[in-house]
């Protein structure tokens, strides 16, 4: 089962600097457990700041067979020598081979929410799928889940490529997902 965590250092702490330390704690954490991707989802800073946080997280997993991908950020990813990049599939949005024709390398994951976003993410190396189960920000759900029959359906569409399931999964259902066709789970709070 493949497994991406990933970060909300707000999360873990309200302020800053204990924020990154404590998210480079989980990093390590994570590496040793066997997590296979990382994804750096800290929309709000600035690249310098993301920069110089994926610096230290590749410092945190080396040797670890976990890849760390930069969400949205290309430039990041590349600034920084990241393993690759999480995108979304909001069309206008960069695609996995435009991606792909700067970073030849770069691991490329896209977050998929319809049947529609999975076949537009077909060159992609895997997919994030959901909400399965729910969404929920800071504790608060804030949408259902689209179910385990649309995971399925979406396993299916993206053939080859594999589907991690995404919102809302535990460990009580993580197996359902993996039943559903997901090759994986993603997630924030899942992992921590």
């Given at each position: 089962?493949?497994?991406?965590?990933?970060?909300?250092?707000?999360?873990?702490?309200?302020?800053?600097?204990?924020?990154?330390?404590?998210?480079?704690?989980?990093?390590?954490r994570w590496a040793n457990s066997g997590i296979d991707y990382l994804q750096?989802?800290?929309?709000?800073?600035?690249?310098?700041?993301?920069?110089?946080?994926?610096?230290?997280?590749?410092?945190?997993?080396?040797?670890?067979?976990?890849?760390?991908?930069?969400?949205?950020?290309?430039?990041?990813?590349?600034?920084?020598?990241?393993?690759?990049?999480?995108?979304?599939?909001?069309?206008?949005?960069?695609?996995?081979?435009?991606?792909?024709?700067?970073?030849?390398?770069?691991?490329?994951?896209?977050?998929?929410?319809?049947?529609?976003?999975?076949?537009?993410?077909?060159?992609?190396?895997?997919?994030?799928?959901?909400?399965?189960?729910?969404?929920?920000?800071?504790?608060?759900?804030?949408?259902?889940?689209?179910?385990?029959?649309?995971?399925?359906?979406?396993?299916?569409?993206?053939?080859?490529?594999?589907?991690?399931?995404?919102?809302?999964?535990?460990?009580?259902?993580?197996?359902?997902?993996?039943?559903?066709?997901?090759?994986?789970?993603?997630?924030?709070?899942?992992?921590?």
């Amino acid at each position: 089962m493949t497994r991406c965590a990933i970060t909300n250092r707000k999360i873990v702490s309200p302020e800053e600097q204990a924020a990154q330390q404590a998210l480079l704690d989980l990093v390590r954490r994570w590496a040793n457990s066997g997590i296979d991707y990382l994804q750096l989802r800290e929309k709000d800073l600035e690249a310098a700041e993301m920069i110089s946080l994926t610096r230290r997280m590749l410092a945190e997993l080396a040797g670890s067979r976990t890849k760390l991908l930069i969400n949205g950020r290309l430039d990041v990813a590349i600034a920084a020598g990241a393993h690759g990049v999480h995108l979304t599939s909001r069309e206008g949005e960069l695609t996995p081979a435009q991606v792909r024709s700067i970073f030849p390398e770069a691991i490329v994951s896209v977050s998929c929410h319809t049947l529609d976003d999975v076949r537009r993410s077909l060159d992609a190396d895997f997919l994030l799928f959901g909400p399965v189960f729910e969404k929920s920000v800071i504790g608060e759900r804030v949408a259902d889940g689209s179910g385990l029959e649309l995971l399925h359906q979406a396993c299916l569409a993206a053939g080859k490529v594999p589907v991690l399931a995404l919102g809302g999964v535990t460990a009580e259902n993580s197996n359902a997902c993996l039943d559903a066709g997901a090759a994986g789970i993603a997630g924030i709070r899942l992992f921590l």
